[in-house]
């Protein structure tokens, strides 16, 4: 895969006043789950984001094992715009998001991490 995504790696990058090709990282510092990545991922929303996340779920499902995200980070994700549109309406005046969790998130336990990744 091709990119003109750009980097400044301090210590790596052979100047510190112009920023490199990704590219000449890609192989050292890419992380497994995006070298798996296929091309349906790769070409689906956010970069492939967004099928890796639905991948990992599904996974989780099969397994049943914890989602690496849950139904409060989920719902959480999916509030932001509606918010981000009510402050807008309200000359960007800041908005509460609200906790679904009712305060637990200061207890639970973190998610699994994705035993292949």
Same mark, same amino acid.
């Given at each position: 895969?091709?990119?003109?995504? =750009?980097?400044?790696?301090?210590?790596?990058?052979?100047?510190?006043?112009?920023?490199?090709?990704?590219?000449?990282?890609?192989?050292?510092?890419?992380?497994?789950?995006?070298?798996?990545?296929?091309?349906?991922?790769?070409?689906?929303?956010?970069?492939?984001?967004?099928?890796?996340?639905?991948?990992?779920?599904?996974?989780?499902?099969?397994?049943?094992?914890?989602?690496?995200?849950?139904?409060?980070?989920?719902?959480?994700?999916?509030?932001?715009?509606?918010?981000?549109?009510?402050?807008?309406?309200?000359?960007?005046?800041?908005?509460?998001?609200?906790?679904?969790?009712?305060? =637990?998130?200061?207890?639970?336990?973190?998610?699994?991490?994705?035993?292949?990744?």
């Amino acid at each position: 895969m091709v990119s003109d995504d =750009k980097v400044f790696i301090e210590g790596r990058s052979k100047t510190s006043d112009q920023w490199e090709s990704l590219e000449i990282y890609r192989s050292v510092y890419e992380h497994p789950v995006w070298r798996r990545a296929d091309e349906r991922a790769r070409n689906s929303g956010h970069g492939g984001s967004d099928y890796l996340t639905l991948e990992a779920f599904v996974e989780s499902v099969r397994n049943r094992n914890e989602p690496p995200i849950d139904v409060y980070e989920t719902v959480t994700w999916g509030v932001i715009s509606a918010l981000s549109e009510k402050s807008v309406s309200q000359r960007s005046q800041s908005v509460d998001v609200p906790d679904f969790t009712k305060g =637990k998130w200061r207890i639970r336990e973190p998610a699994l991490m994705n035993p292949r990744g």
